[in-house]
């Protein structure tokens, strides 16, 4: 019954984006009036049936219908509610129509938004992505599809069972899908030939919404990680990761870019460039991900038809759009500036600054780009198969971000145009010695050992904090949002130079010493939960024999699927956390253990957090526009 | 010379300079980085050496796994239904890591053909096998 409906309800939307598409478009290109007036409708009537559509599996999910395939495959009746709801995105069906619900809900914003542009345009070439998208869910992967014969309940994969699920997957997908706005906008900007100063504002505005979604939910992905994958790390450079660190490289890139476009009137092209390139690195990943050609440590459903349907659709939206790009440029651009009177500047002045920054982003993406398909490449061309490890990312990554910082130290104090390098090295250089002397003295305090490439790290994090908090008041947004990067990047140095692990082989009774911390195993004692069963380690934590905490870690035995899981014990702390993870029985009473004390690990999510602070002051300010009150 | 001209110049200098800078330190850092993904029989036939680092794609063979009674090693073989390898690991096992399931290992061989492993992955997924496996034990049966 509800899967009849779902199915209606999906047809419906497809209509509705074959309505809001193809008239409008051909309205736009005859200019008739009529045709173009469709495009909001239809558009309106695709996000209601999109929404009962979900609903409508939601209340499956609710219900517990299990004659509903995708709800069998990922429910449980003993699922708690809670998650019950989540595993709605829990498999790979469900989490297409999310996309889709978000990709509508970035539409219904851009519909009710008061503006200059093309709306009917934004709106059909929205409609286009839609209608993609829907094809994908309809002929490929639909959840509405009924079980043929009576399946037994599956339950969630457990590994999803966890708080970080509830909002992660919808922040990320609202991320990743929000930079189908910024397309959107700039394809019919370009059609039209209007790259202005309206076009960058509307632009940067819906780019910064789904850059501050997107840093969360990257954010929420590695603390999700952290807790639930029981390995301690918070980023593995591994496929899926990357695939949600491109769109979040480039999309930084094209803020920063758009800043430029819309007060300076400089680098327009490479602006719309790199909103193109995002939303598609944004479809790169739901195809990395959904299709599952790469080699990954996280779960995820495979089937290489839906991979080749992925891709089809990425090379004809990517074709489509750079051709646009490459045939309408020299009109959207050339009478404009003479026009708008484009200003000239200096190698040394705000506009390089900006300029060299995103092209340094530019560059992080493509080598990251690069690593996670370095291995697809090899594979095609038979060479073997092979993958990139981390240290790679990691080498790659270091000197880039050493350039990054300096340029984000001194880039917010350089004037428009030009500035005086004598000036910039006045007011920049005592705080460059002060924060060399902070860093030192810290590092030295922690870990009496000086690290020089941790030092410079931190020393470049800190000259950037002090050099960026005297703009507090005229640009909140900036300042939060460099602020959080440069306490993530604290967070990455200090917790990876400091940190102590160790695997040990122990029964009850025994106390492990790491760090500063006595850990004494206390007992173990069965659990029970709503379906699962399992084992708790009681841990006492001890420094200079005061009591700290107990530690309760978990085995769980996820009865549905018969999966053993690993729920960790983690003490969070500013300066450090605590992180016991329980691993195997050994006989009757040894267990083998991994005990990590891992100091500023908290750093990296608040950077993310205060990053998307940035984010959000940004908007509601209006900040570095030229509507904006200030600056 | 114009400062339009001027400008552009900076950009595609700054730009080319920046690119060869990256693929310098790319070029550097992959062929550096690379785990070759091989199958037990692909080791036993490729004589490598116990410098190279090495990713192993198999499944455990079922009752081959043996804790030490004292410490954390473990000993186990890894298998593709032709050949065989033995592996050491110190360790705490991933969760899914099971007898007749697949896995992924890596480390170098020492002079006895024992791998060393510094990593043992478990695909978070019971149904899992490396591809080239599968694709191996397909062609077997």
Request: proline residues 4%; aromatic residues 12%.
């Amino acid at each position: 019954m509800i899967g009849l409906a779902g199915k209606i309800a999906l047809w419906f939307a497809f209509a509705f984006a074959l309505l809001q598409s193809l008239p409008p478009f051909y309205g736009s290109l005859r200019n008739n009036i009529y045709l173009r007036a469709l495009a909001r409708p239809a558009a309106l009537g695709q996000c209601a049936c999109i929404i009962i559509a979900y609903l409508l599996l939601t209340i499956a999910f609710v219900r517990n219908d299990f004659s509903i395939a995708y709800v069998a495959a990922n429910s449980h009746p003993d699922l708690p509610l809670m998650y019950r709801i989540c595993a709605v995105w829990g498999g790979h069906e469900g989490s297409i129509l999310l996309w889709i619900l978000m990709l509508n809900a970035w539409t219904l914003a851009f519909s009710c938004l008061r503006t200059s542009l093309d709306k009917s345009l934004t709106l059909a070439i929205f409609g286009l992505i839609n209608f993609c998208f829907l094809c994908f869910l309809i002929f490929t992967s639909n959840p509405f599809l009924t079980a043929s014969t009576a399946l037994t309940p599956l339950d969630l994969n457990p590994l999803l069972q966890d708080p970080g699920l509830v909002i992660h997957p919808p922040m990320l997908y609202a991320g990743y899908v929000g930079f189908s706005a910024a397309f959107a906008i700039s394809l019919a900007a370009l059609i039209r030939g209007r790259l202005d100063a309206a076009w960058a504002h509307i632009t940067r505005q819906f780019a910064i919404a789904a850059w501050c979604l997107l840093t969360m939910g990257i954010t929420l992905g590695s603390w999700w990680a952290y807790r639930v994958l029981g390995w301690g790390g918070f980023w593995f450079w591994d496929p899926v990761e990357n695939a949600s660190l491109l769109p979040w490289l480039s999309g930084t890139a094209l803020i920063h870019t758009l800043v430029l476009a819309e007060k300076r009137q400089v680098a327009i092209s490479w602006a719309a460039l790199l909103a193109i390139i995002t939303f598609a690195l944004s479809l790169l990943g739901t195809f990395l991900v959904r299709s599952g050609i790469l080699i990954s440590a996280h779960t995820f459903a495979n089937d290489p038809a839906r991979g080749v349907f992925l891709l089809i659709l990425l090379a004809i939206l990517l074709l489509i759009a750079l051709s646009i790009y490459l045939w309408r440029l020299p009109h959207a651009t050339s009478h404009k500036n003479r026009a708008a009177g484009m200003t000239a500047f200096n190698l040394l002045s705000r506009e390089t600054g900006l300029l060299i920054n995103s092209g340094l982003l530019f560059i992080a993406m493509l080598t990251v780009l690069l690593g996670t398909l370095y291995p697809l490449i090899f594979d095609a061309l038979h060479l073997g198969a092979i993958s990139v490890g981390a240290p790679y990312f990691n080498k790659i990554m270091l000197p880039l971000a050493l350039i990054t910082l300096i340029v984000m130290a001194l880039g917010p104090l350089c004037r428009w145009q030009q500035q005086s390098a004598w000036m910039l090295w006045r007011q920049t250089a005592g705080k460059l010695l002060l924060s060399l002397l902070i860093s030192s003295v810290l590092i030295w305090g922690v870990s009496h050992h000086l690290d020089p490439l941790a030092i410079l790290l931190m020393t470049l994090s800190c000259w950037v904090i002090l050099n960026v908090t005297q703009f507090l008041r005229l640009q909140p947004g900036m300042t939060f949002a460099h602020l959080g990067f440069a306490v993530l990047l604290i967070g990455i140095v200090l917790s990876s130079t400091l940190n102590q692990e160790r695997d040990v082989r122990i029964h009850p009774g025994d106390t492990v010493n790491l760090g500063p911390y006595e850990f004494i195993f206390i007992d173990t004692q069965g659990v029970k939960g709503a379906n699962y069963r399992g084992i708790r380690a009681a841990f006492d934590v001890v420094k200079n024999n005061h009591h700290v905490t107990n530690l309760y870690p978990e085995k769980r035995i996820y009865t549905v699927r018969d999966m053993v899981m690993t729920k960790v014990a983690i003490h969070p702390g500013i300066f450090r956390d605590l992180y016991i993870a329980l691993g195997q029985p050994l006989n009757e009473n040894d267990w083998s253990v991994r005990i990590y004390y891992k100091p500023f690990m908290r750093w990296i999510w608040l950077g993310g957090i205060l990053m998307m602070l940035g984010g959000i002051l940004a908007l509601i300010k209006g900040e570095n526009s030229c509507r904006g009150k200030k600056n | 010379m114009n400062h339009i001209h001027k400008r552009r110049f900076a950009y595609i200098f700054l730009l080319s300079l920046g690119l060869a800078m990256g693929s310098a330190l790319i070029l550097y850092a992959l062929k550096q980085n690379l785990n070759v993904f091989l199958t037990p029989s692909q080791i036993k036939t490729a004589h490598l050496s116990t410098d190279d680092h090495i990713r192993l794609g198999g499944l455990v063979k079922k009752n081959s796994l043996v804790h030490d009674t004292n410490s954390l090693t473990v000993q186990f073989i890894m298998t593709d239904y032709k050949n065989d390898i033995s592996v050491r690991y110190t360790g705490v096992l991933p969760d899914l890591f099971r007898e007749g399931k697949g896995a992924i290992v890596e480390g170098s061989l020492n002079t006895q053909g024992f791998l060393i492993a510094d990593r043992v992955l478990a695909k978070h997924d019971e149904n899992y096998l490396p591809k080239k496996v599968y694709l191996e034990m397909r062609r077997n049966a």
